[in-house]
């Protein structure tokens, strides 16, 4: 099927919720059709156009281009302006290729660029994702190091950054450090069930990444056994600082909110629930019995904290 097909029917273009506010469904699809007509005029090959996220690949290099930010623009601006708009916004995304393999040469200027996304286990990527550099902190997640240029990221490929010499733990030390804490535009406090505290941490990319760095950069949702966490997308994260052994509660009632903004939003990441204590992270067993039931329990290890403080 040809790229356009795709275009034919306006309802086959799904406005993800998120934007639902912002622009139209129509509108939405127009300006999809414009955004993948200029990376078809220039050869860029597109893989996915899901979640307003325009996923391409350049010389063998993965780039995710979010529409958020060109969304907010474009509503701005008067429709016959639309096309000049979101041409000159992807001109200047141009291809950063020699800037990256500058970066992979050069450790010193790579090193404040570093940044992390944690992504779906099942992400596709234009290569195999083993290819690139990433590690397993969430259970079903990958954790990827990636360089941030130009509104851009880039992801590592781990035969690119041999030259650096530099042990890739501290490499995930260095890019979770930079995680850019301006991103988080708003950590909402709410309760749950009049007793659960439950903070919501919303940014366009980097509220997941956070949340690997609770113990520096938000010490309130670090409780005496731990966080319950939950990262449905890249921009949206749940904390939740353990106090009461009733947790399981609060877990169940969050359960569907959760599901919401993963089935909703853009850059689903997952919908599972996690437990972290002393830089371990377990997610919490949950076996879906139906379409909207499932039955989620405690990690074992956790109940034995509980009886053992």
Not at 146 to 170: A, H, M, R, T
Not at 284 to 309: C, H, M, Q, W, Y
Request: glycine share 4%.
């Amino acid at each position: 099927m040809g790229m356009f097909d795709l275009f034919k029917k306006k309802k086959e273009i799904q406005l993800p919720e998120a934007y639902a506010s912002l622009i139209s469904a129509i509108d939405y699809a127009d300006v999809m059709e414009i955004a993948v007509r200029y990376h078809q005029e220039r050869q860029i090959t597109v893989i996915s156009t899901d979640h307003g996220d325009i996923h391409v690949t350049i010389d063998g290099q993965d780039q995710h281009r979010y529409l958020d930010n060109l969304l907010r623009r474009i509503t701005q601006s008067p429709k016959e302006e639309w096309q000049k708009i979101i041409y000159a916004h992807f001109d200047r995304l141009k291809d950063n290729s020699p800037a990256i393999k500058f970066f992979q040469k050069d450790f010193e200027h790579a090193s404040p660029l570093l940044r992390v996304l944690i992504k779906n286990e099942d992400i596709e990527l234009a290569q195999d994702s083993s290819m690139f550099l990433s590690r397993c902190d969430f259970p079903g997640t990958l954790t990827f190091i990636v360089i941030e240029f130009e509104n851009q990221f880039s992801y590592l490929p781990v035969k690119d950054i041999q030259e650096w010499g530099i042990p890739i733990d501290e490499l995930f030390d260095i890019a979770i450090g930079n995680t850019p804490a301006e991103e988080i535009t708003s950590v909402t406090e709410g309760t749950i069930l009049d007793k659960f505290p439950i903070f919501l941490f919303l940014s366009g990319d980097f509220s997941a990444s956070l949340m690997l760095d609770l113990q520096n950069r938000a010490p309130f949702v670090v409780g005496t056994y731990g966080s319950i966490i939950a990262i449905p997308t890249k921009g949206t994260a749940f904390a939740h600082p353990i106090e009461d052994k009733n947790v399981l509660d609060m877990v169940v009632e969050l359960l569907p909110t959760v599901e919401k903004f993963y089935y909703e939003d853009p850059g689903q990441i997952t919908n599972n629930f996690y437990w972290s204590y002393n830089g371990l992270i377990q997610a919490l067993p949950l076996v879906r019995t139906g379409e909207t039931t499932a039955n989620i329990k405690l990690p074992d290890r956790l109940i034995s904290l509980f009886d053992s403080l």
